[in-house]
């Protein structure tokens, strides 16, 4: 059936989707019983599954990966949330250096189906280390998935086959749209998990987003579309896996590419997509592929955030210097 | 003893204490440390235990013989994988010289349905759990990075990152409890672990959810050249307290006190009563790997001393003085070690390469469109090779 929700409740009725048609599935996580997480993405789960399958932890983030792996190892399938982009990195260790690796160093024998949650990004006024974007660095790591819904509809799909993942997926949720509506139809699933989607036709360049700034990018082509610029806005949805195929299908049809994220440009996504576009399209590009995110410095302050974070005006300037080539 | 009736003593050694790295010190001898477990003295005499000896009390002549030959067999294997790296067939080996009797007492009070999350030092305890000793070698020759499958034996790959697997025996504890299962986990680790973080919120998650998990720290003495009093101002079974479980020290080259106390922990966590810290007392008689020199760090008296305390004499002088083994025992164990020597040489010299092709393998589980590409990108420039030399 079809309902308008908002996404942080498309992925709540995701989660209780799982917990209920899978007795393995766990909820792991600071805060995310009694109170429902910081953001209620968990509301009502602990009540309706029992704490022995909505866990609270300890604030110990390494420790909720690090236990996380040994119930995987045990048949369990957890799902954990890391309660802010800037507090993952205390278990960036048990992620990078266990999890990623697990199913190479056994030769396949161990599979670890475990979904990090992770709300990230900028926009919400928040304070030091509850803004960022850190997903390249998850995508470095060969052995993650990391994929990043920009809407209801695929919060609540992708969160369903990131659960039904035999590997481990760092889901990063775009907390600044968590409180977007959309239809969501949790009756058929909408496309696999890695593949990117057009989500707007057009023919004079190429957006490529996901996340938050997918939302930007569509504002972006309404704004050319008034000066008569027909933009094409592609939702990634994937980091890791990146679906490269589509990103080519498109700048082959528009010639031109721009990216937008809000990590810091350097050493982003971007970098690596302009890289293998330029590769694989380089006789149809008309102009260097173009990254709008981030700058490299630390994430300022909530006061200076629309400064430092990819907006209209900044997309549509690079959008304008590609078109000028 | 727990930690609840020593909880009153004093630190062992002040924080102004200065290090035994010297080379003269010797360290205080454990055969004389109230606070520790000891059911065989170094001299191989039996001593009386009112809370441990029932853990104990019925093993038979031939039992004790069976821990006796999983000593010997573990030391030689470990010396034919220390001969071997040094023939350049090994990269690599982490002797486990002098904690025969702390790996073999704790691995065989393990149940086959209980867990084991080992270090990359746990050559006895893989013995005692059924792993093939040439599966081992796999890593340390680099043709691959854990080469048997886990839950043949319940004993997880190894860990290099020290402290790690801690969490992991925790999650599975946890698992067990929520599975309602009789089963314990047992997680090793050293002297050196026992001040990552990891370790530390692990004694946390296991107290919290009374996880079924036995914390067996192995203190060698030495993680690489730091010494203990590196690491702790408080013996270390004594960080148990805190955290609200007990913590014992056991003489951990006494293999049947850490049999009885192992036995004893891993009791409490089948009957519900949740996560327990036995800090082995040992001593890493060797280098921390084949790649250290510890003449750079400590002297050869501290070594001598504990030569005098060695395991696996230790309970030869029992055996013998009580008539439980007799010449012709020893005698077939020496043929047995030596057999054992020539099938582990034969079997890492006859290991092959891994294909060129395993790079790519088991990267992910559901496969990746990258892996996919560039494993092809691969094939093209090793096939270029191959019509190179075709033409």
């Known amino acids: 059936m079809a309902d308008k929700m908002a996404l942080a409740k498309a992925i709540n009725e995701s989660l209780r989707r799982a917990l209920d048609t899978d007795p393995k599935v766990l909820i792991m996580g600071e805060d995310v019983g009694k109170l429902g997480g910081v953001f209620r993405v968990t509301d009502g789960l602990q009540k309706d599954f029992g704490e022995s399958r909505v866990i609270d932890t300890p604030l110990a983030e390494s420790g909720i990966v690090g236990t996380a792996i040994g119930l995987a190892l045990r048949g369990y399938r957890p799902v954990v949330e890391i309660q802010f982009d800037g507090f993952v990195f205390p278990a960036y260790d048990q992620i990078v250096t266990q999890l990623a690796k697990m199913h190479a160093r056994s030769l396949g024998k161990v599979k670890l189906p475990i979904v990090v949650r992770i709300p990230y990004g900028g926009g919400i006024g928040a304070v030091e280390h509850h803004s960022e974007s850190p997903e390249a660095l998850f995508a470095h790591v060969a052995g993650l998935k990391v994929v990043s819904p920009s809407n209801p509809s695929d919060a609540y799909w992708m969160m369903q ?11 990063f949720e775009p907390k600044r749209r968590y409180w977007d509506k959309a239809e969501v139809n949790t009756d058929a699933i909408p496309g696999p998990l890695h593949k990117a989607r057009v989500v707007r036709e057009g023919s004079d360049l190429t957006l490529a987003a996901y996340g938050p700034m997918v939302k930007l990018c569509q504002e972006v082509a309404d704004a050319a579309a008034e000066e008569g610029r027909n933009l094409e806005v592609l939702d990634l949805r994937s980091v890791s896996p990146i679906d490269f195929d589509s990103i080519q299908a498109s700048v082959e049809k528009t010639r031109r590419l721009v990216v937008v994220h809000e990590a810091p440009v350097f050493f982003g996504s971007g970098a690596e997509i302009a890289a293998r576009i330029t590769e694989r399209c380089f006789y149809h590009l008309e102009a260097p592929v173009l990254r709008v995110g981030g700058y490299h410095a630390p994430y300022p302050p909530a006061r200076l955030e629309e400064e430092y974070l990819p907006g209209l005006d900044r997309v549509l300037d690079a959008v304008d210097r590609a078109l000028a080539y | 003893m727990t930690v609840e009736s020593t909880a009153a003593r004093k630190p062992r050694r002040s924080a102004g204490t200065k290090s035994t790295a010297g080379k003269t010190t010797a360290r205080k001898s454990p055969s004389t440390d109230p606070e520790l477990v000891q059911l065989l003295t170094p001299e191989g005499k039996r001593v009386k235990n009112a809370e441990y000896d029932k853990y104990v009390a019925g093993i038979t002549p031939d039992e004790l013989r069976g821990l006796y030959r999983d000593m010997v067999l573990t030391r030689r294997f470990d010396a034919e994988a220390t001969s071997l790296q040094r023939q350049g067939e090994l990269g690599l080996w982490a002797s486990l010289l002098g904690q025969e009797a702390a790996q073999i007492g704790s691995g065989r009070a393990t149940r086959e349905d209980d867990y084991v999350f080992p270090t990359y030092r746990e050559h006895g305890v893989a013995w005692c759990r059924g792993v093939d000793p040439t599966n081992l070698l796999g890593m340390f020759r680099g043709v691959n990075n854990g080469g048997w499958d886990p839950n043949s034996n319940n004993f997880q790959l190894y860990t290099i990152v020290i402290g790690s697997q801690t969490l ?38 296991s107290a919290v959810y009374n996880a079924p998990v036995v914390f067996f720290c192995q203190n060698n003495q030495w993680a690489i050249s730091e010494p203990t009093e590196k690491q702790t101002r408080v013996p270390l079974y004594q960080r148990a307290q805190g955290y609200g479980f007990p913590g014992v020290r056991v003489d951990g080259n006494d293999v049947l006190a850490c049999l009885a106390v192992t036995k004893w922990a891993l009791e409490r966590a089948r009957s519900g009563e949740g996560p327990t810290l036995v800090e082995a007392y040992t001593y890493r008689m060797g280098a ?18 504990w030569e005098a305390k060695d395991p696996i004499l230790r309970l030869r002088a029992y055996l013998e003085a009580s008539n439980h083994a007799d010449e012709g025992f020893f005698a077939e164990l020496e043929r047995e070690s030596e057999a054992l020597g020539k099938r582990v040489r034969e079997a890492v010299r006859a290991m092959p390469d891994p294909d060129h092709f395993a790079i790519f393998e088991n990267v992910y589980a559901d496969g990746h469109a990258l892996v996919d590409e560039e494993r092809a990108q691969f094939a093209a420039y090793q096939a270029s090779f191959t019509d190179v030399e075709g033409a």
């Open chain 1, 161 to 171: 086959q990131a659960i039904q993942s035999d590997d481990p997926v760092i889901f």
């Open chain 2, 168 to 205: 992991h025996a925790t999650g599975y504890a946890m698992g067990i409890a929520k599975d309602g299962a009789d089963s314990a986990v047992i997680a090793y680790f050293g002297d050196g672990a026992s001040s990552q973080g990891d370790v530390a919120e692990s004694f946390t998650f």
């Open chain 2, 288 to 305: 921390h790997t084949t790649s250290d020199d510890p003449s750079r760090y400590r002297g050869d008296e501290e070594r001598m001393a």
